[in-house]
């Protein structure tokens, strides 16, 4: 039972356009949100967070917004680059101390130049 | 270079044999993390280690264990394996023991054949 759902495997965008990754998930006790980046080869790298009691967070090119009644979060990249293409991994944490962590399949976005 | 390195990079054992992954967190981190990502999955988190005393346990099987020791790097054992443990393991490590910023290294490979 998948509790972090990542329903796109993969997304093609051309650069300059908006990105937009979707990510959904079940369990209404989760309570902090983050998203990572991963090239080949390395492991995963910290993008953004954002905690529920927030609905929006924003860093540079990358939004993150939530929606709690639709338990839906989704990470938008504006402007896409070609150094964005890699595989993105949104994971949900239910306690306070976000310790244990459940990470979603990931999506492969693509940024066509 | 998120300053957290993990040994060996590749590994290739044989059904039934223990092998030992090994793991250093970044300079003045004190949690490490243990994750493991098999074939087009998600990451699935296997246990946290906090100033030396596991803080949190999550999928991890009997056949596995961790240790942290006092200079802070960690390792991971595993027994007994099955082809299905093949995979990728990420560590990853974090100043507080919340995890909401983990950095993770570029994982250990581990085919078992």
């Known amino acids: 039972d998948q509790q972090v759902k990542q329903n796109s495997p993969s997304l093609s965008v051309q650069e300059g356009r908006i990105s937009i990754l979707n990510c959904d998930y079940t369990?209404?006790?989760?309570?902090?949100f983050l998203w990572y980046k991963k090239y080949p080869a390395e492991g995963p790298t910290f993008l953004i967070s954002i905690s529920s009691i927030k609905d929006k967070n924003e860093d540079g090119r990358f939004t993150v917004f939530l929606n709690k009644s639709a338990k839906h979060l989704s990470l938008h990249i504006v402007p896409s680059q070609p150094g964005d293409s890699a595989v993105y991994f949104c994971?949900?944490?239910?306690?306070?101390?976000?310790?244990?962590?459940?990470f979603g399949p990931g999506t492969r976005l693509s940024v066509l130049p | 270079d998120s300053g957290v390195t993990q040994t060996p990079k590749h590994l290739i054992t044989a059904t039934g044999q223990r092998v030992t992954l090994r793991c250093s967190p970044r300079s003045g981190d004190l949690s490490v993390y243990w994750y493991q990502q098999s074939l087009d999955q998600g990451l699935q988190f296997l246990i946290q280690?906090?100033?030396?005393?596991?803080?949190a346990k999550g999928n991890i099987l009997e056949r596995f264990s961790a240790q942290q020791f006092p200079d802070l790097h960690s390792e991971l054992n595993l027994s007994s394996l099955e082809l299905g443990d093949s995979a990728l393991y990420f560590c990853?490590?974090?100043?507080?023991?919340?995890?909401?910023?983990?950095?993770f290294g570029p994982g250990t490979r581990l085919t078992v054949t």
């Open positions: 369990n209404s006790m989760f309570d902090y």
């Open positions: 280690y906090y100033n030396g005393e596991e803080r």
């Open positions: 994971a949900a944490s239910m306690d306070n101390y976000g310790q244990n962590f459940v």
């Open positions: 990853a490590s974090s100043v507080n023991p919340t995890g909401r910023e983990q950095y």
